[in-house]
């Protein structure tokens, strides 16, 4: 009997009709035959509640407290949904993250999973229940409650799909499947049928917000198909597996981008390896993550060093580069809060010589000015105005005819 591993949104269980609903999915995939396990998040916006009540006390809350008032969110979902199934005439169980043994290191509000007990899941299964498991959350082995950051619920499902050598991970959401683009700027934008882990790996990373970056890059390193669908239809939605021969035929799979981005310049820094190492050292101390990094060269003792960050880290990583500018004698440093990135994906760029002169050249065409330019093997990634970004995205969306 097959183990099917089902993951369900906040907008999902967003009020009792929609807990009815999917408790109605849940059983009728249970009486196909299948083990079923389900996991939840918390009703929609509630987790945004619990931080704004939080912070109406304190502005900065300890990481610990934090995560005691986030996991409750779940905990409500898991008991409703346990409900309705009961009420379906079908025998279910809602576990908290503790009760199955999630464990996470002791990382608050962005802990990883180290490992999950499957002895309790797999005992409520053979006595033909329906599992449901509080995503998002996990323990320490201090006994100590974790959270797994924004998305984590994806993470929560794939890891115990993992766990339970399950068939596939069914993450069920708002919308019903991967899109070749935003179908808000494209209104051609279709659905795929099944993108790689590799081609998931760098929309998700590049600003397409359906899959959790961290669930996928689980699913790949396990093998783990994911079938990303919607929780208001009954069609088919978009299969994340193993790349194969089919895939590379297509050119380009996609067109994501993100509008939350910020440029830092240091401008005429002495070239040294030390200082090259030294500025971006310090960056990492300072738990601010780089994305898109470029270095041009003044004259053959200096360079200037362009990199981009989260809108949302902007100021903090601004005041930090003038500091560390000033200790490796940069000529100046200064900053842009209004910057765009597009990227343009598909494993078919692998073997195809030529994609990206024919971004830029449509780029062009639309007089849409490219400020860097970072590259893979699958992934052409552009910075530019973010009043440039729709245009940019439409445009590459026609040339690649997607």
């Not at 279910?92 to 009760?99: E, K």
């Not at 790689?196 to 396990?222: I, P, Q, T, Y």
């Not at 065409?365 to 995205?393: F, G, L, P």
Request: glycine share 6%; hydrophobic share 40%.
């Amino acid at each position: 009997m097959n183990i099917i591993v089902q993951k369900y949104g906040g907008t999902s269980m967003a009020d009792a009709k929609c807990v009815k609903n999917v408790a109605e999915k849940v059983v009728r995939t249970k009486r196909k035959g299948n083990k079923v396990v389900v996991v939840v998040s918390a009703p929609a916006g509630m987790t945004d509640e619990l931080v704004k009540r939080a912070r109406e006390v304190t502005e900065k809350p300890s990481g610990r407290e934090l995560d005691m008032i986030l996991a409750t969110g779940e905990q409500i979902s898991i008991s409703l949904l346990a409900m309705a199934i009961k009420e379906m005439g079908e025998d279910a169980i809602s576990f908290t993250s503790t009760q199955v043994g999630i464990i996470t290191d002791d990382n608050h509000n962005k802990a990883k999973i180290e490992s999950i007990n499957t002895e309790k899941i797999n005992g409520a299964l053979d006595d033909g229940k329906v599992v449901i498991i509080a995503g998002f959350q996990g323990v320490t082995r201090d006994f100590e409650i974790t959270t797994l950051g924004r998305g984590g619920s994806d993470t929560s499902a794939v890891a115990i799909g993992v766990a339970l050598k399950a068939k596939e991970v069914e993450i069920y959401t708002d919308v019903d499947g991967v899109y070749t683009a935003d179908p808000r700027i494209v209104p051609g934008a279709h659905k795929m049928s099944k993108i790689s882990f590799d081609e998931m790996l760098e929309m998700a990373g590049s600003g397409a917000k359906v899959l959790h970056l961290r669930s996928v890059e689980l699913a790949a390193k396990n093998h783990m198909p994911i079938h990303l669908r919607s929780s208001f239809t009954d069609t088919i939605g978009t299969y994340v597996v193993e790349e194969d021969k089919d895939m590379e035929q297509v050119l380009v799979r996609g067109v994501a981008h993100t509008t939350n981005n910020a440029k830092i310049t240091m401008a005429s820094v002495p070239h040294t390896s030390q200082n090259i190492a030294y500025i971006f050292d310090e960056i990492a101390k300072n738990h601010i993550n780089v994305d898109v990094i470029t270095q041009n060269y003044v004259n053959k003792n200096s360079l200037t060093i362009s990199f981009t960050v989260s809108e949302d880290e902007y100021d903090a990583a601004l005041a930090l580069t003038q500091k560390i500018g000033e200790k490796v004698q940069a000529k100046s440093v200064f900053g842009n809060s209004e910057v765009a990135k597009v990227c343009i994906i598909g494993v078919g760029m692998k073997s195809t010589p030529g994609v990206a002169s024919r971004v830029f050249k449509c780029l062009a065409d639309q007089d849409v000015e490219i400020d860097m330019v970072s590259t893979s093997d699958i992934n052409i990634s552009c910075i530019i105005k973010q009043s440039d970004y729709q245009r940019a995205v439409l445009a590459i969306h026609t040339e690649f005819n997607l």
